[in-house]
């Protein structure tokens, strides 16, 4: 079992080229991703979303790239040779008619606005794509690790809650049978105080009617199922989070009908409990890849 809420980096420096990739990730009902890559990574988009999607499946994930090119011929400086002339020519023209030394040097040249023209060096696309997926696995192999770790402690977590909701459903099975009993000794008793003497066979009809609309074998035969189940979950490399969401619903369906369907305090009491667990178990499955 995986986490949806996780953090992964990939750092690689190849031939010059320098790139680091970090993935943030945060539960989500679909894997939604968001990517923010430097210009020069726009054509390998695609490629990341699709490597993405082969390992995760739920999630939004924000993914950041930083990259420098450290190499020697990574950008060129050029003067524009007309706007160089149209600039001596002002100048000649402003020493003749102002009368002040012309005292024009290289660097001052140089420094005018927009003479030179400083160019990023056209990218080795084939290069760059094979780094960038190279620094993308690392960052996902990190990602991966991580939310393996969380999600094993979630496993263990949902585990214990399992088997508390087992404990309790065993405590109101046995509980059954015991509020039939003392159902019939209160509706003796309340005959008895109306009339001289009980008709038996009317009483038993009623108890009867009674423990046939407080049936609960049903349910608490489908909650052991969905435990099965959830289980077997817990235990699967597979991605579980979306069927988890949906069983742990059927639990609580199934525990409100047997809340339903008891007039007993005590099978209420415990009744509270358990959703009191199914909530919390929920509140982990939200966050279940």
Same mark, same amino acid.
């Given at each position: 079992?995986?986490?949806?809420?996780?953090?992964?980096?990939?750092?690689?420096?190849?031939?010059?080229?320098? /790139?680091?990739?970090?993935?943030?990730?945060?539960?989500?009902?679909?894997?939604?991703?968001?990517?923010?890559?430097?210009?020069?990574?726009?054509?390998?988009?695609?490629?990341?979303? +699709?490597?993405?999607?082969?390992?995760?499946?739920?999630?939004?994930?924000?993914?950041?790239?930083?990259?420098?090119?450290?190499?020697? $011929?990574?950008?060129?400086?050029?003067?524009?040779?007309?706007?160089?002339?149209?600039?001596?020519?002002?100048?000649?023209?402003?020493?003749?008619?102002?009368?002040?030394?012309?005292?024009?040097?290289?660097?001052?040249?140089?420094?005018?606005?927009? =003479?030179?023209?400083?160019?990023?060096?056209?990218?080795?696309?084939?290069?760059?794509?094979?780094?960038?997926?190279?620094?993308?696995?690392?960052?996902?192999?990190?990602?991966?690790?991580?939310?393996?770790?969380?999600?094993?402690?979630?496993?263990? $977590?949902?585990?214990?809650?399992?088997?508390?909701?087992?404990?309790?459903?065993?405590?109101?099975?046995?509980?059954?049978?015991?509020? /039939?009993?003392?159902?019939?000794?209160?509706?003796?008793?309340?005959?008895?105080?109306?009339?001289?003497?009980?008709?038996?066979?009317? =009483?038993?009809?009623?108890?009867?009617?009674?423990?046939?609309?407080?049936?609960?074998? +049903? +349910?608490?035969?489908?909650?052991?199922?969905?435990?099965?189940?959830?289980?077997?979950?817990?235990?699967?490399?597979?991605?579980?989070?979306?069927? /988890?969401?949906?069983?742990? &619903?059927?639990?609580?369906?199934?525990?409100?009908?047997?809340?339903?369907?008891?007039? $007993?305090?005590?099978?209420?009491?415990?009744?509270?409990?358990?959703?009191?667990?199914?909530?919390?178990?929920?509140? &982990?499955?939200?966050?279940?890849?």
């Amino acid at each position: 079992m995986n986490s949806m809420t996780g953090y992964g980096r990939g750092a690689l420096e190849r031939d010059g080229r320098q /790139l680091t990739i970090e993935i943030r990730s945060v539960n989500h009902r679909f894997l939604d991703l968001s990517l923010r890559l430097p210009r020069c990574l726009g054509f390998a988009e695609q490629a990341i979303r +699709e490597r993405i999607g082969k390992k995760l499946s739920r999630g939004h994930a924000d993914v950041f790239a930083t990259y420098k090119n450290l190499r020697d $011929d990574s950008r060129t400086a050029v003067i524009d040779p007309a706007l160089l002339t149209a600039y001596l020519a002002a100048l000649n023209e402003i020493a003749e008619k102002s009368g002040l030394p012309d005292d024009r040097s290289v660097m001052r040249v140089a420094a005018m606005r927009d =003479l030179i023209v400083v160019t990023e060096a056209e990218e080795d696309p084939e290069a760059l794509m094979a780094l960038t997926m190279d620094a993308l696995d690392l960052a996902l192999s990190d990602l991966s690790a991580m939310r393996a770790k969380e999600g094993a402690a979630m496993a263990r $977590d949902m585990a214990g809650r399992i088997d508390a909701l087992e404990a309790l459903t065993e405590k109101i099975e046995a509980r059954y049978p015991q509020a /039939l009993d003392e159902y019939a000794s209160r509706l003796r008793a309340r005959i008895e105080e109306l009339v001289e003497s009980c008709d038996e066979q009317r =009483l038993l009809q009623e108890v009867a009617i009674m423990a046939d609309r407080s049936a609960i074998a +049903e +349910e608490t035969v489908r909650l052991r199922s969905h435990f099965s189940q959830i289980r077997g979950m817990l235990a699967s490399p597979e991605p579980v989070g979306r069927k /988890l969401d949906f069983i742990v &619903q059927e639990l609580n369906r199934e525990v409100n009908t047997i809340s339903s369907k008891s007039q $007993d305090i005590p099978i209420t009491q415990l009744v509270v409990l358990a959703k009191s667990e199914i909530e919390k178990l929920r509140e &982990q499955v939200q966050n279940v890849e």
